[in-house]
């Protein structure tokens, strides 16, 4: 019961309540002036039901003399969910949905520089935005609001928000019940750029902008040395490879209006930009180089099939199982994918777990468990018979009783200790889930004949 009080209270579990109403299947305290400035116009935003009436031409200010300095409005920052600060931009008239959109065209000017997802804590409104100037810059890119914000800022009843920005709508977010990604990244970031107010608060332009962004390369130095002693293999991308220069009159955008305008404000960025010295080129972007690569398939079971795929990085894994399938004449819908102990997500890009020359695994689900081994009648409620799976070179198949209110530690450290296994060799799944060693048997709903997949690390 505490488990599922817990689920309900996720965020996960409440967004996807929120999908559920709308007729779909499937941190903040107030801002800092430098981070984030007055949130007013976005407050008013979220609290509005429909689009806003026009401005008159005239405008509904009266121009004032003005004999003192102006201060910025403030910083808005870019932030990759890994914590490295792509771009920076300084408001000088307020936090609006327009010059956010100004930012994004010039930080990602080309369809193939933009990334997949976008999240923005304002992200209904900058959607509403982009429909209402006909801007199809962003058409290939999800733009969820953040989880924090979604949860506390964004109302139930707004359909629009729940349509299109609610992160739950999104698989490619969620893995085994759990965010793939950081999506309070910015949020971390701007708690840590706030610390430099009162150092840039008197500054000139010259120096304010020197000392933001050498102090932004700083932290994206720490942030990728940090990265990599993880283990997670960060990595500098050519721009060439995404984007080139082209002369105006040769690239359909050339006939847009330009992103930048100084009432807006001014865009710096931390990455390097291609053309920006020459006003008469613009960036575009040619598809980058994709080069095929070889790994191996093998079939768990009496099928004894294995196979080289030659395939390319964006290729889906979908793809690999139903030919493989089609060649072992077994059901797709009944097989599952594995790789380095994982089970994939048919629709990812190969590109996410694989590398040449390894090996993934194809489990007939109904062929391994009904062929290779015929359980006897359970004749005990709480001692079940489990088929354990090993894959290594090959796959062994091995039978042990397990006691259904142990936990999984005890059950898998017997099973590793009864047939000469070193139990920190191994990763245990059960039905396409890791199992948690600390959780007992019965909470993965096993029956007796269920099997349990082993992978050596």
């Not at 009266?62 to 914590?83: M, S």
């Not at 309070?184 to 708690?191: D, R, V």
């Not at 942030?223 to 220069?245: K, N």
Request: glycine content about 6%; proline content about 5%; some cysteine.
């Amino acid at each position: 019961m505490e488990r599922n009080g817990a689920e309900r209270r996720s965020a996960l579990f409440q967004l996807k309540k929120r999908l559920e109403q709308h007729g779909l299947s499937y941190v903040e305290s107030e801002a800092d002036p430098l981070v984030s400035g007055s949130r007013d116009e976005v407050d008013e935003a979220d609290e509005a039901e429909g689009q806003c009436e026009g401005k008159a031409k005239e405008g509904n200010t009266k121009p004032r003399a003005r004999f003192g300095r102006r201060w910025t409005h403030n910083e808005q920052l870019c932030v990759a969910t890994c914590g490295v600060i792509l771009g920076r931009m300084t408001m000088y008239g307020s936090e609006a949905v327009h010059g956010a959109t100004i930012f994004l065209h010039c930080l990602f000017p080309t369809t193939c520089s933009l990334p997949r997802i976008i999240f923005y804590d304002n992200a209904c409104q900058l959607k509403r935005h982009l429909f209402a100037i006909n801007d199809h810059h962003f058409d290939l890119c999800a733009l969820p609001v953040d989880v924090f914000h979604m949860n506390s800022k964004h109302k139930i009843s707004d359909e629009f928000c729940g349509l299109h920005c609610n992160p739950a709508r999104f698989p490619e977010l969620c893995e085994n019940g759990r965010w793939r990604f950081n999506s309070s990244a910015a949020e971390m970031t701007n708690a840590w750029f706030k610390g430099f107010r009162s150092l840039v608060r008197e500054m000139r332009e010259d120096r304010y902008d020197f000392l933001l962004d050498e102090m932004i390369k700083q932290k994206n130095r720490l942030t990728v040395a940090e990265l990599a002693r993880r283990g997670a293999a960060p990595r500098t991308i050519d721009p060439q490879w995404f984007l080139c220069v082209q002369s105006v009159g040769s690239h359909p955008s050339a006939h847009m209006p330009a992103p930048q305008s100084p009432s807006s404000g001014s865009h710096k960025s931390v990455s390097p930009e291609v053309g920006e010295d020459n006003p008469a080129l613009v960036v575009c972007a040619p598809p980058p180089p994709e080069f095929p690569f070889v790994f191996r398939y093998s079939f768990a079971g009496s099928h004894g099939l294995q196979g080289d795929v030659q395939a390319k990085p964006s290729n889906l894994w979908r793809d690999v199982l139903n030919g493989a399938c089609e060649r072992a004449r077994a059901d797709p819908k009944m097989c599952w994918l594995f790789c380095k102990g994982r089970q994939v997500h048919l629709d990812q890009p190969l590109r996410n777990h694989v590398q040449e020359g390894e090996t993934v695994w194809i489990l007939d689900q109904e062929e391994v468990c009904d062929t290779f081994y015929h359980p006897a009648p359970q004749t005990n409620n709480e001692n079940i018979g489990l088929v354990w799976r090993l894959f290594g070179d090959s796959c062994k198949l091995f039978y042990s009783k397990v006691n259904t209110r142990a936990t999984w530690g005890g059950a898998c450290s017997q099973f590793a200790h009864d047939y000469g296994f070193h139990f920190s060799q191994l990763q245990f799944n059960f039905q396409g889930r890791n199992i948690v060693m600390e959780e007992k048997v019965e909470d993965y709903d096993a029956i007796h004949g269920h099997a349990v997949s082993v992978f050596l690390k």
